[in-house]
Every structure is written in structure tokens, then in C-alpha cells.
């Protein structure tokens, strides 16, 4: 089955696709920009004196925005592109092996459903069992280590 598929209409799709997040993106900004935030934990250590225990405040700030509504949406968001991009690959497979990039596909679809259950699990647990640097650092780290290897498969 031949298939023609316009170049106006792919560049309509990744138009439309590019404004609904420049339009999510910028509704989050306004509703629930990240701000300066902070948390104080109770610390108890005992005192040098043997007499007792001395309690410390420590602070730690931070950006955050109020609610993970916003994160969780984004990582629906990855989802359905997810689901989409397991469509197109399986309906690929019998293209000639010239323009066939199921493969990469399907390698690159693994990878990003990895990548979104790992950055979905520490959005999940970082309230109760991380630090807030630790997690502002595991989703960088998680994030950056998605696009290396997603530039790795399709490019190398």
C-alpha cells in the first residue's frame, strides 16, 4: 500500500505538537511558576554536656512550583507520544529495509519508557524518601543521560 504523505502536513503536526507545549509551558509559568522554596527539618543531636539534647533547625531552599500536577501531565504527555511512536513503529516493519527505522525506533522507544518510569518513580518518592537537591539532581542527571543516549541510537 502506497501511502503520499504532504510536507505541509508534517510541518502542520510538529507545529501544532511544539505550540501545545509552548502553550502548556507557558500556562504553567503563569498559574504555578517555580518559586524559592523552603524546608526545615528538626534535627536532634545530643549535647556535649551529657545532660540532654539540643535541637537544630536546618533549612534547605530550593525551586519547586506548588503542585506535581504539572509533572505528572508532562509525563502523560510523554506517554501518549510513547504509544504513538510504538503505533508507527509496528505498522513499519514491512518497509523496505533502505527506509525502514523501526528498529531504532523500537530501541529508542524502550529507552524513553525507561527514562519516563525513572523520572516518574523519584517525582513519586521524592517527598518521602529523598533529599530536595537529590532529586532536582537525579532528574537532571536522568533527563540529560535520556538525551545523550537518544542522540547515540538515532545518530551513531
Known sequence: K???????????IVGGCVLAICIYLATWTAIDSPMPREKMILLT???DDNDGNH???????????SSTVWQI???????????????????????REEFNESRYLA???????????????????SD????????????????STDVFIIVGIYFV
Open 55 to 65: 535541637n537544630i533547625v536546618e533549612v534547605k531552599s530550593f525551586c519547586a512550583s
Open 45 to 47: 543531636e545530643p549535647d
Open 2 to 12: 502506497k501511502i503520499e504523505v504532504k510536507r505541509q502536513r508534517l510541518y502542520q
Open 128 to 143: 518521602t524518601f529523598m533529599q530536595t537537591y537529590a532529586v532536582s539532581a537525579s532528574m537532571s542527571i536522568l533527563l
Open 107 to 125: 530501541i529508542m522507544l524502550y529507552s524513553q519508557t525507561v527514562f519516563t518510569l525513572l523520572r516518574l518513580a523519584v517525582l513519586l518518592i
Open 73 to 95: 501531565a508532562i509525563s502523560f504527555y510523554l506517554s501518549v507520544l510513547l504509544l504513538i511512536s510504538a503505533a508507527i513503529a509496528t505498522q513499519n516493519r514491512g518497509i
